[in-house]
Structures are given as structure tokens and as C-alpha cells.
């Protein structure tokens, strides 16, 4: 009895066995069955859609016929280059063209950067590089670089600095233009500096502005010094050359000195002072000196350089011609906050400039 229960449950077994895969070869034909039914359907139904006839004119479907519906003219679409859309004006001097917008939900100010006009043979074959600084606060620059070479280098970039609405018409936008060779060296082309006050009334604005160098740079009353200011922040050393000055009022004929004071907030720290240079209204100095000065303290500190002509008379102080004071934002502004703001960013590397003297206060 017990033989014939075991031989019962195989075959129980076995039918069923048998009967999943049956059901599983039945699911198998189904799915291959829809699959095929599916394409053969997709087939009937791209083949009722008319080809679109090789023409140049714009087509609509009406009733499973194509109907031309016009042309296009092609060159109502087309771009027409930079440099007729925004030709410069008359004349020689080298200008960069620029577009200035305040966005005041996002308190954003956005600097469009187009192309340059009438760049010196000289810098042709360089590439050209343009540094931008919101003067005073804004201590790090904003970097572009042409899309070419050439007379007229185009830009097409846009830089955006944050800044709050209340400080916009107080700023400077500072755009510095470089040119840089190949082995890397680099040099000034010239400069923009851009007062925001009264000028965002028509934002996108096309604006065109001369650069300024050191040859079209006219002297001030007193005179101009030409100064230049490197730091290395590894030795901690701030290095100063005093090099030439041009357009002197001197009242003797006994020379020229230039005194550099080192000050850190109201305390001078050092005093140094050039070899006196005799009988020129634009005397060649050539005298470098250094400072040491810790980075901490850069922020802080300031140079004041006085051009005195000695007194036979000890007991009286020298007369002054003139004086220059650059620094941070705590002593300076415009060209004399940006020349020291310069040194500041590219350390060990010379930044050279000309300022104009002030009246001693």
C-alpha cells in the first residue's frame, strides 16, 4: 500500500511539473505574439505619413498633402560680425567698448565686455587679457581674454560683481588692459577708470572709452612721480623705486629729494629718502629701497612719499613740492588705492605707475 502512495505522488509531482511549463511556453507565445502584432502596426502607421518634398520653402500637412507656405530670406537671420554692430568712433586712440547694468532684485552689477578698438602695433600678435576691479571694496579681480589677435580683439564676456544698491554710486569700475607674449611677460596697454554715479539710466548701453597710458597722460599742477611697488609676501618685504618725475615747480636750484614714509595706521615707522638730483624739472631718481612690513599688516599701512628740495638751513624744514599717499581704501582712492590694491594681487612682480603730486595738508 504504502509502494503505490509513493508512486501516486510522483505522478502527482510529474503533472505538475509538466503542467507550469506548458503555462510558461502559453505566456512565451502570447508576449512573442503582442511584440510582433505592435511593430506591424507602428509600420502601417508610419507609412501613411507623406515624405516632406525636398524644397526650400516652409511646408504645412493639409489632408496628407504638402502645401508651400512662403520663403525664408537667409540673410535676414544672419549674424552680422561685432565690429560692424558696434564700430568704434573716429579717430586713433585706443578705446574699449563696454556696457554697464544694475540688477537691483539680485543685487547684481554686470559688466558686458565687447571688443577693443585700435590696439598699438605692437600688441598685435599678444594676446590680450582685461582685468576688472570695483573700486573701492572689491580687492579681487575680475579676468577676460580676447577671443583674438590683432587691431581689434573682441571679447563677448559678461563678469557680474555683488554688490549692495546703496554702495552702486559710489563706486569705480577699474578695467585694466594687458598684453601678454608668449614667454608670459606681461604688459600695460592702458587703463579705464569708470565712475558709476549718474551712469546706469539706460542699462545695456553701448559705452566707448579712451584708455589712459603713460604717454597721453597729462601732468598735474605740481607735477607727476613715477613709482614702482612690488611684495613678497615669503620675505615679507615691500620693495619701493622711486624712478623719475616730470613737470616740477621747484622753487631753488639747490635739487630734488624724495622722502618715503612707512606708516602703519597714525604711527610712521620708517623714514627713507633719496639721493638729492640737481638743476631738473624732470629729475631720473632710480632709487629703490625697501620696507619690512608683515602681510597682516597691508591692510593697514600706507607709503607717503614727500618731494622736498634741500634747505641750506638746517633749522627749517625742507620746502615741499609735492606729496603722494598710496595705500588701501583707509588712505587712498582711485589710481593710488588701485596701485596698491595691484601690488597686493600679484606679489613679487613689479607694478609701475604715474601719479599726480598733492598739496601737502
Given at each position: 500500500c504504502?509502494?503505490?502512495?509513493?508512486?501516486?505522488?510522483?505522478?502527482?509531482?510529474v503533472?505538475?511539473?509538466?503542467l507550469?511549463?506548458?503555462?510558461?511556453?502559453?505566456?512565451?507565445?502570447?508576449y512573442l505574439w503582442?511584440?510582433k502584432?505592435?511593430?506591424?502596426?507602428?509600420?502601417?502607421?508610419?507609412?501613411?505619413v507623406?515624405?516632406?518634398?525636398?524644397?526650400?520653402?516652409p511646408v504645412?500637412?493639409v489632408?496628407q498633402?504638402?502645401y508651400?507656405v512662403?520663403?525664408?530670406?537667409?540673410?535676414?537671420y544672419?549674424?552680422?560680425?561685432?565690429?560692424?554692430?558696434?564700430?568704434?568712433?573716429?579717430?586713433?586712440?585706443t578705446?574699449?567698448?563696454?556696457s554697464?547694468?544694475y540688477?537691483?532684485?539680485?543685487e547684481?552689477?554686470?559688466?558686458s565686455?565687447?571688443?577693443?578698438g585700435n590696439l598699438?602695433?605692437?600688441?598685435?600678435?599678444?594676446?590680450?587679457?582685461?582685468?576688472?576691479?570695483l573700486?573701492?571694496d572689491?580687492?579681487?579681480?575680475r579676468?577676460?581674454?580676447?577671443?583674438g589677435?590683432g587691431?581689434?580683439?573682441?571679447?563677448?564676456d559678461?563678469?557680474?560683481?555683488?554688490?549692495?544698491?546703496?554702495c552702486?554710486?559710489?563706486?569705480?569700475l577699474?578695467?585694466?588692459?594687458?598684453?601678454?607674449?608668449?614667454?608670459?611677460?606681461r604688459?600695460a596697454?592702458?587703463?579705464?577708470?569708470?565712475p558709476?554715479?549718474?551712469e546706469?539710466?539706460?542699462?545695456?548701453?553701448?559705452?566707448?572709452?579712451?584708455?589712459?597710458?603713460e604717454?597721453?597722460t597729462q601732468?598735474?599742477?605740481?607735477g607727476d612721480?613715477q613709482?614702482?611697488l612690488?611684495?613678497s609676501?615669503?620675505?615679507?618685504?615691500?620693495?619701493v623705486?622711486?624712478?623719475?618725475a616730470?613737470?616740477?615747480?621747484?622753487?631753488?636750484?639747490?635739487g630734488?629729494?624724495?622722502?618715503?614714509s612707512?606708516?602703519?595706521?597714525?604711527?610712521v615707522?620708517?623714514?627713507?629718502?633719496s639721493?638729492?638730483?640737481?638743476?631738473?624739472?624732470?629729475?631720473?631718481f632710480d632709487?629703490?629701497m625697501?620696507?619690512?612690513?608683515?602681510?597682516q599688516?597691508l591692510?593697514?599701512a600706507?607709503l607717503?612719499?614727500?618731494?622736498?628740495q634741500?634747505?641750506?638751513?638746517r633749522s627749517?624744514p625742507?620746502?615741499?613740492?609735492?606729496v603722494?599717499?598710496?595705500?588701501?581704501?583707509m588712505y587712498?582712492?582711485?589710481p593710488?588705492?588701485q596701485?596698491?590694491?595691484?601690488?597686493?594681487?600679484?606679489?613679487?612682480e613689479?607694478v609701475?605707475?604715474w601719479?599726480?603730486?598733492?598739496?601737502?595738508?
Amino acid at each position: 500500500c504504502s509502494d503505490q502512495v509513493s508512486l501516486l505522488a510522483v505522478g502527482l509531482s510529474v503533472g505538475v511539473l509538466l503542467l507550469l511549463l506548458l503555462l510558461l511556453l502559453g505566456l512565451m507565445v502570447y508576449y512573442l505574439w503582442r511584440k510582433k502584432k505592435s511593430q506591424s502596426q507602428y509600420r502601417e502607421l508610419l507609412s501613411t505619413v507623406p515624405s516632406v518634398p525636398a524644397c526650400s520653402a516652409p511646408v504645412i500637412l493639409v489632408s496628407q498633402c504638402w502645401y508651400p507656405v512662403g520663403t525664408v530670406l537667409a540673410g535676414l537671420y544672419s549674424v552680422p560680425p561685432l565690429n560692424e554692430v558696434v564700430a568704434p568712433p573716429p579717430g586713433m586712440a585706443t578705446r574699449l567698448c563696454f556696457s554697464v547694468e544694475y540688477r537691483h532684485s539680485s543685487e547684481q552689477f554686470m559688466v558686458s565686455l565687447l571688443r577693443l578698438g585700435n590696439l598699438p602695433p605692437r600688441f598685435h600678435g599678444n594676446v590680450t587679457l582685461v582685468e576688472l576691479r570695483l573700486l573701492p571694496d572689491d580687492r579681487r579681480p575680475r579676468q577676460a581674454k580676447a577671443r583674438g589677435t590683432g587691431p581689434d580683439p573682441e571679447f563677448n564676456d559678461c563678469l557680474i560683481f555683488q554688490v549692495s544698491g546703496v554702495c552702486v554710486p559710489q563706486s569705480t569700475l577699474s578695467v585694466c588692459v594687458l598684453s601678454v607674449e608668449q614667454d608670459g611677460k606681461r604688459h600695460a596697454v592702458g587703463r579705464v577708470l569708470f565712475p558709476l554715479e549718474g551712469e546706469l539710466g539706460q542699462a545695456g548701453r553701448v559705452l566707448w572709452r579712451d584708455l589712459e597710458t603713460e604717454d597721453d597722460t597729462q601732468c598735474s599742477e605740481l607735477g607727476d612721480v613715477q613709482i614702482s611697488l612690488s611684495y613678497s609676501p615669503n620675505l615679507q618685504r615691500l620693495s619701493v623705486a622711486v624712478l623719475r618725475a616730470r613737470g616740477l615747480q621747484l622753487l631753488t636750484d639747490t635739487g630734488v629729494c624724495v622722502q618715503v614714509s612707512l606708516q602703519i595706521h597714525t604711527q610712521v615707522v620708517k623714514i627713507k629718502r633719496s639721493c638729492v638730483v640737481k638743476g631738473e624739472t624732470d629729475p631720473h631718481f632710480d632709487h629703490r629701497m625697501t620696507f619690512k612690513l608683515r602681510s597682516q599688516h597691508l591692510d593697514e599701512a600706507c607709503l607717503r612719499f614727500e618731494l622736498q628740495q634741500p634747505n641750506d638751513i638746517r633749522s627749517e624744514p625742507p620746502p615741499l613740492l609735492g606729496v603722494l599717499v598710496l595705500g588701501p581704501f583707509m588712505y587712498a582712492r582711485g589710481p593710488q588705492l588701485q596701485h596698491w590694491m595691484d601690488m597686493v594681487n600679484t606679489p613679487q612682480e613689479p607694478v609701475k605707475l604715474w601719479h599726480g603730486l598733492c598739496r601737502a595738508t
